[in-house]
Nanobody
């Protein structure tokens, strides 16, 4: 089993950047595919992006392609979400998740962090 803790959220102006981190404990992170999801108030949790175990491949939802980048440092047991050119519609609670399958479905992921709030002001 793995425990995940996100950090790095906050308030930023539109056009700004944030880097979220997801630190794992309890089990080696390299065992898992990692995903990032977000949930805005009144909306369902949605897929943002995912990265394979080795970091050799990534996958993003169209809304964030070219602006967000997922990376991982398995030696540090940490996954990152670099968010650039942020927009007010990116405001949400961001979650990292660990799972066995590489994909966009929430059901693919077995372990979730508690989330970190990202607020983008216009």
């Amino acid at each position: 089993q793995v425990q995940l803790v996100e950090s790095g959220g906050g308030l930023v102006q539109a056009g700004g950047s944030l880097r979220l981190s997801c630190a794992a404990s309890g089990r080696t992170l390299s065992t898992y595919t990692m995903g990032w999801f977000r949930q805005a108030p009144g909306k369902e949790r949605e897929f943002v992006g995912a990265i394979t175990r080795t970091g050799g491949a990534t996958n993003y939802v169209d809304l964030v392609k070219g602006r967000f980048t997922i990376s991982r440092d398995n030696a540090k047991n940490t996954v990152y979400l670099q968010m650039n050119s942020l927009k007010p519609e990116d405001t949400a609670v961001y979650y990292c998740a660990a799972g066995d399958a590489y994909g966009r479905l929430l059901e693919f992921y077995d372990y979730w962090g508690q989330g970190t709030q990202v607020t983008v002001s216009s």
